[in-house]
């Protein structure tokens, strides 16, 4: 498993969680760390991202809700969900475009649940 995404739950519309995800010392060079997330019965779809640089990008349904962040050193990508809505809830994947195994590619994680109730 090159990410290992954690911190969904259940919580209550207007509440908070904090998503984790640790990439793999294997993976090098990383340029760009993300979320997606998958509602069900619905597509993936990017949440936001963050560059090695700092530069973000947010999903407008998201924007001024979450706010995505990292830890270059440790390989690391968060990110702070506020003000949940039941319209939340999907798995959320992160992902990482760096260089494994010679291979430079983009690698995910598992998914972690993130389940709002009205």
């Known amino acids: 498993v090159q990410l290992q995404a954690s911190g969904g739950g259940l919580v209550q519309a207007g509440g908070s969680l904090r998503l984790s995800c640790a990439a793999s010392e294997s993976i090098f060079s990383i340029s760009v760390m993300g979320w997606y997330r998958r509602a069900p019965g619905q597509q993936r779809e990017l949440v936001a991202y963050?560059?090695?640089?700092?530069?973000?990008n947010y999903a407008s349904s998201v924007k001024g809700r979450f706010t995505i962040s990292s830890d270059n050193a440790k390989k690391m990508v968060y990110l702070q969900m506020n003000s949940l809505k039941p319209e939340d809830t999907a798995v959320y994947y992160c992902?990482?475009?760096?260089?494994?195994?010679?291979?430079?590619?983009?690698?995910w994680g598992q998914g972690t649940l993130v389940t709002v109730s009205s």
């Open positions: 992902n990482a475009e760096g260089e494994y195994d010679s291979d430079y590619a983009t690698y």
């Open positions: 963050i560059t090695s640089g700092g530069n973000t």
